[in-house]
Nanobody, 130 residues
Framework: QLQLVESGGDLVQPGGSLRLSCALSGFTSDYYAIGWFRQAPEKGREGVSCLNMNDFTTYYPDSVKDRFIVSTEGAKRTVYLQMNNLKPEDTGLYYC???????????????????????WGQGTQVTVSS
């Protein structure tokens, strides 16, 4: 059974850093991307990164570029989101999600469209406040 489980959320002061983890299990395909999204109260789900797990290409929106880094390790069982120089507007429930794609067409994860993702974790809370 395919599962994604996030962890690492916490309360952190502005300017601080945090690393989130997304543990993957049940993945059998080589053609998928892992996206990180966040959702603040009364706001829509916003994409903050995606990682093509086939060729390891990464994508970020301007709001987090140069502050957030997405990565994985050799066995591809965990995807990390390193978040630096955190701001109060980074507060939210952070989710990881999986998009499976056809290798003939490639991933669309760079569009950061939550509707394109097939499987989601339960979320981990990040609060940036002094």
């Amino acid at each position: 059974q395919l599962q994604l489980v996030e962890s690492g959320g916490d309360l952190v002061q502005p300017g601080g850093s945090l690393r989130l983890s997304c543990a993957l299990s049940g993945f059998t395909s080589d053609y998928y991307a892992i996206g990180w999204f966040r959702q603040a109260p009364e706001k829509g789900r916003e994409g903050v990164s995606c990682l093509n797990m086939n060729d390891f290409t990464t994508y970020y929106p301007d709001s987090v570029k140069d502050r957030f880094i997405v990565s994985t390790e050799g066995a591809k069982r965990t995807v990390y989101l390193q978040m630096n120089n955190l701001k109060p507007e980074d507060t939210g429930l952070y989710y990881c999600a999986a998009e499976f794609f056809n290798p003939d067409f490639g991933t669309t994860c760079q569009a950061m469209n939550p509707k394109m993702y097939d499987f989601w974790g339960q979320g981990t809370q990040v609060t940036v406040s002094s």
